[in-house]
T-cell receptor
Framework: GENVGLHLPTLSVQEGDNSIINCAYS??????FIWYKQESGKGPQFIID?????DKRQGQRVTVLLNKTVKHLSLQIAATQPGDSAVYFC???????????FGTGTRLKVLA | DAGVIQSPRHEVTEMGQEVTLRCKPI?????LFWYRQTMMRGLELLIY????????DSGMPEDRFSAKMPNASFSTLKIQPSEPRDSAVYFC?????????????????FGPGTRLTVL
């Protein structure tokens, strides 16, 4: 029979509010982290990245925070808009490789 | 640049048939990645190439899967014979050296994917 699929965690936010999406990684050797956005029917699209020598990086309306002590990173989206509705993935990589290990993703729903 | 191009966008085939997925990376990029995305397992790296040479194929599920990169502008992922459990969306991504003195961690640019259905 068909396997039950992954149940993606869903974050619902009101339009105009800030969104915070969290991600945990397991490999303490990971030193490069990326957030991707995937809209329905499309490939993942790069949002922002951060290296392990930083704990915060800001882009346009987005901020990534990295806490290496607890192996956690988060993506903050300011003034969330309907166009932000998508699945968001974090990915981790280790220097010397070009392999990304992707998280399972979080679905963001923006309520009008 | 048109970005990473994949073909076909959709493929429906019957169990036991051979399936070939194609990818054209962004011109100038020297890394190419094949991923598979399913609801059950999420986004998994299957194999990646550097300068047309396979570097890591540890994610290839089994011998039924093979990938080639005959030149810098073309790669294929082949499944022979296909099985229903191969049904998934297959993505190709490419990345290139940023140049300069900094470590070359680079964004991977993803194609639109090929949705494969094996009946």
């Amino acid at each position: 029979g068909e396997n039950v699929g992954l149940h993606l965690p869903t974050l619902s936010v009101q339009e105009g509010d800030n969104s915070i999406i969290n991600c945990a990684y397991s490999n303490s050797a990971s030193d490069y982290f990326i957030w991707y956005k995937q809209e329905s029917g499309k490939g993942p699209q790069f949002i922002i990245d951060i290296r392990s020598n930083m704990d915060k990086r800001q882009g346009q309306r987005v901020t990534v925070l990295l806490n290496k002590t607890v192996k956690h990173l988060s993506l903050q989206i300011a003034a969330t808009q309907p166009g932000d509705s998508a699945v968001y993935f974090c990915a981790a990589s280790t220097s010397g490789t070009y392999k990304y290990i992707f998280g399972t993703g979080t679905r963001l729903k923006v309520l009008a | 640049d048109a970005g990473v191009i994949q073909s076909p966008r959709h493929e429906v085939t019957e169990m036991g048939q051979e399936v070939t997925l194609r990818c054209k990376p962004i011109s100038g990029h020297d890394y190419l990645f094949w991923y598979r995305q399913t609801m059950m397992r999420g986004l998994e790296l299957l194999i990646y190439f550097n300068n047309n040479v396979p570097i890591d194929d540890s994610g290839m599920p089994e011998d039924r899967f093979s990938a080639k990169m005959p030149n810098a502008s073309f790669s294929t992922l082949k499944i022979q014979p296909s099985e229903p459990r191969d049904s998934a969306v297959y993505f190709c991504a490419s990345s290139g050296l940023a140049g300069g003195p900094l470590p070359s961690y680079n964004e991977q640019f993803f194609g639109p994917g090929t949705r494969l259905t094996v009946l």
